[in-house]
């Protein structure tokens, strides 16, 4: 029974060292659309689970979304960046973010269901 015990808490203490979470401010850097009244983010991200390509549970401000990294080409650089995606609808409003991850840039939409054609979208600058 010792052994046991033991081990489990070998294992969860194993889980809690190697999860690394990352944490950023992002200041606003360009909106279009709707004007926004969120000038800084916060970005929280378990960075293990972005570098084992699982799904990657991230906090922006107060919603929790869980993501996917993908490897988009940027047709302006001509490059490959690794970012994180997700979605979520929250009373009728429907969430999305890109974050590259290397380049600290987010991009953040959020669109009403009932004023669909006045997204508001926005970049900003993670550091």
């Known amino acids: 029974m010792k052994k046991i015990i033991l081990t489990?808490?070998?294992?969860?203490?194993?889980?809690i060292s190697f999860a690394e979470t990352r944490q950023l401010q992002c200041n606003l850097a360009m909106?279009?659309?709707?004007?926004?009244?969120?000038?800084?983010l916060?970005?929280?991200?378990?960075?293990?689970?972005?570098?084992?390509?699982?799904?990657?549970?991230?906090?922006?401000?107060?919603?929790?979304?869980t993501g996917e990294r993908k490897t988009v080409l940027n047709e302006i650089l001509g490059v490959d960046q690794e970012v994180i995606e997700a979605e979520k609808?929250?009373?009728?409003?429907?969430?999305?973010?890109?974050?590259?991850?290397e380049e600290k840039i987010l991009v953040y939409t959020s669109i009403k269901k009932k004023d669909a054609n006045k997204p508001s979208i926005n970049m900003y600058q993670c550091g």
Do not use: C, R
């Not at 909106?31 to 800084?40: R, S, V």
């Not at 609808?89 to 991850?101: E, G, Q, R």
């Open 8 to 15: 489990l808490l070998i294992l969860f203490w194993t889980n």
């Open 31 to 40: 909106e279009l659309g709707q004007p926004t009244n969120k000038k800084n």
């Open 42 to 65: 916060n970005i929280i991200y378990d960075e293990t689970a972005f570098n084992s390509f699982k799904p990657v549970v991230v906090t922006l401000n107060d919603i929790e979304f």
């Open 89 to 101: 609808m929250i009373s009728n409003t429907y969430h999305t973010f890109d974050y590259a991850v």
